[in-house]
């Protein structure tokens, strides 16, 4: 038998060694003497057995190293390591959609969408004619283009009768550009009042020999200018509209006229179809005192025919006299009329844009 004498002490460090290898120790033991008492048929069998048993506990102890040693790696570099994952991982999904979001949009832009309540919007275009002057100057060769500005669809009352005016058709005063009326109240309060009227919103004279005139004017007005051509450009804006209302802006757009009293349905047929006041373009010889006799200040209510008048320039609308002017408008300096902003001259006659 073979017997082994170690002396430990107690609590240090080789007991601890002593007691993790005494079964291994006691194994050889037996193998030792197994071996010994045994024939060699049996001890070559034995030696073929240990060396198997020997090289796979080798394998299993480096196994269980190399684990040992990724699995400390991997403790001091996981933080390191889930953040590239993670940053991979967003950088894939934000790809994504961002994809998802533009194929959306592809397909959304073709649609017809639903809104509140369930109403379906469509797609509505209207037609702006847009009338462009591409006039010469006479002392050169150059050209120029003038664009004149396109009729806006809003709701325009007539003066006169209260009723809505079709945009196609309305009467404007030349000095102010205000809608006056529709064509046929115009025409026959014109001649109802002696061929000569005043405009109802800038009180100028409009004679009404001058009256229905249409847009050619312009080729009179400009002397040095020359109207070459006139081009209608016709361009589709997008409007979305409600399902509900597209009947109701249909009906509106088709219908020539929308009163229904006997003074529109009187309408002369020898009046242009756009026509506008213009007035007269001889200079008046009249003094201004006799011009703004029987028009009152409203501010102090008194005669303007004994007082400097002022007046605004943009929608020649008579303001009031020079003192009350001064006093009433010196801080909040726009028309009272068309809030325009203007400047004060030093006569105080007209005001400037």
């Known amino acids: 038998m073979l017997s082994f004498k170690v002396s430990i002490n107690d609590g240090g460090l080789f007991e601890k060694v002593f007691l993790v290898l005494h079964p291994f120790i006691q194994l050889l033991k ?40 990724l699995l400390c790696v991997s403790v001091l570099f996981l933080p390191l390591f889930l953040g590239i994952v993670i940053s991979i991982i967003w950088c894939y999904l934000s790809l994504e959609s961002t994809i998802v979001s533009m194929q959306m949009v592809q397909k959304m832009s073709g649609r017809v969408y639903s809104g509140i309540m369930g109403t379906k919007v469509v797609k509505c275009f209207r037609n702006i004619f847009k009338i462009t002057f591409k ?58 009042s ?77 009046m242009p179809k756009d026509w506008y006041m213009m007035p007269d373009l001889e200079e008046s010889t009249r003094p201004a005192e006799e011009s703004y006799e029987g028009t009152d200040c409203i501010i102090c209510c008194r005669s303007l025919s004994s007082h400097i008048p002022a007046q605004c320039k943009f929608c020649k609308q008579i303001v009031g006299c020079e003192s009350c002017i001064y006093i009433c408008f010196k801080n909040d300096q726009r028309c009272p009329f068309c809030r325009h902003k203007w400047e004060l001259l030093s006569n105080c006659v007209t005001y400037l844009m």
């Open 30 to 69: 037996l193998l030792k003497h197994f071996v010994v008492t045994s024939t060699p048929s049996v001890r070559l069998q034995l030696l073929y057995l240990l060396q198997f048993a020997i090289s796979e506990f080798f394998a299993l102890i480096c196994l269980i190293v190399t684990m040992g040693f």
């Open 135 to 192: 006039v010469n100057e006479e002392s050169g060769d150059s050209e120029r283009v003038n664009s004149a500005g396109a009729l806006q669809n809003r709701n325009i009352s007539c003066t006169i009768c209260m009723e809505e005016v079709i945009i196609n058709n309305p009467v404007r005063c030349q000095q102010c550009s205000q809608v006056v009326g529709c064509n046929d109240c115009v025409s026959l309060w014109f001649h109802s």
């Open 194 to 270: 002696n061929l000569s009227a005043h405009c109802p919103l800038c009180r100028d004279y409009v004679p009404c020999v001058t009256s229905a005139q249409t847009i050619d004017i312009f080729e009179r007005r400009c002397s040095h200018f020359q109207i070459k051509r006139i081009q209608y450009n016709v361009k589709m804006l997008p409007k979305i509209l409600l399902e509900r209302k597209q009947q109701q802006i249909m009906q509106k757009i088709g219908r020539t006229y929308t009163t229904q009293n006997k003074v529109a349905k009187r309408k002369k047929p020898e």
